[in-house]
T-cell receptor, first 115, second 116 residues
Framework: AQKVTQAQTEISVVEKEDVTLDCVYETRDTTYYLFWYKQPPSGELVFLIR????DEQNEISGRYSWNFQKSTSSFNFTITASQVVDSAVYFC????????????WGAGTKLIIKP | DAMVIQNPRYQVTQFGKPVTLSCSQT?????MYWYQQKSSQAPKLLFH???????NEADTPDNFQSRRPNTSFCFLDIRSPGLGDAAMYLC???????????????FGDGTRLSIL
């Protein structure tokens, strides 16, 4: 069965520290897509990144980086030199080929960046 | 800017009194979704439209209905809101088509519904 696990319910760090948010997924499909979304306190969900199952290249976007490892079924998200504005709930999600547009969501990790 | 707009931002209704939430989009996406999100939980998909085709999730209560009169607009109707329906309701859109499951969903700001 498909599943997304974000084991870290809440993480609190001091500004400028690096922080990694973990995401582990389960799927039987060979073609699937992984997403990260950010939900700041204001409530809107913001798309951050998508990865497909055939592309294991790591991605870097400014202070954000993503590490996709099929061998461990993980798609972890690292924020370097964290800032207060990074405080939000971060969701990892999985979409399988042929899933009729349904996303399987992780429970989310609440990230608190203290000044 | 192309976007997904939800109105109102906050909605208060009485127990049992029908309420309608609205969503519009300028992205011209053919798939529109409604999610319910309760505090400290992930969004829960209620239903989605692929063009005019309505797709209801198996566990979505009958109390929740939806209408999509055209590509740009989608409505969520709650026929008889109960206290348990108090939540954030999120509308999202994405491009659809054969093999388009990889398209990201774009969300509105949400409507926070309170039940008195």
């Amino acid at each position: 069965a498909q599943k997304v696990t974000q084991a870290q319910t809440e993480i609190s760090v001091v500004e400028k520290e690096d922080v990694t948010l973990d995401c582990v997924y389960e799927t039987r499909d060979t073609t699937y897509y992984l997403f990260w979304y950010k939900q700041p306190p204001s409530g809107e969900l913001v798309f951050l990144i998508r990865r497909n199952s055939f592309d294991e290249q790591n991605e870097i976007s400014g202070r954000y980086s993503w590490n996709f490892q099929k061998s461990t079924s993980s798609f972890n998200f690292t924020i370097t030199a964290s800032q207060v504005v990074d405080s939000a709930v971060y969701f990892c999600a999985l979409s399988e080929e042929g899933s009729n547009y349904q996303l399987i969501w992780g429970a989310g990790t609440k990230l608190i960046i203290k000044p | 800017d192309a976007m997904v707009i939800q109105n109102p931002r906050y909605q208060v209704t009485q127990f049992g009194k029908p309420v309608t939430l609205s969503c519009s989009q300028t992205l011209n996406h053919n798939v529109m979704y409604w999610y319910q999100q309760k505090s400290s939980q992930a969004p829960k998909l209620l239903f989605h439209y692929y063009d005019k085709d309505f797709n209801n999730e198996a566990d979505t209560p009958d109390n929740f209905q939806s209408r999509r009169p055209n590509t740009s607009f989608c409505f969520l109707d709650i026929r008889s809101p109960g206290l348990g329906d108090a939540a954030m309701y999120l509308c999202a859109t994405s491009r659809g088509g054969v093999g388009q499951n990889y398209q990201p969903q774009h969300f509105g700001d949400g409507t926070r519904l309170s039940i008195l």
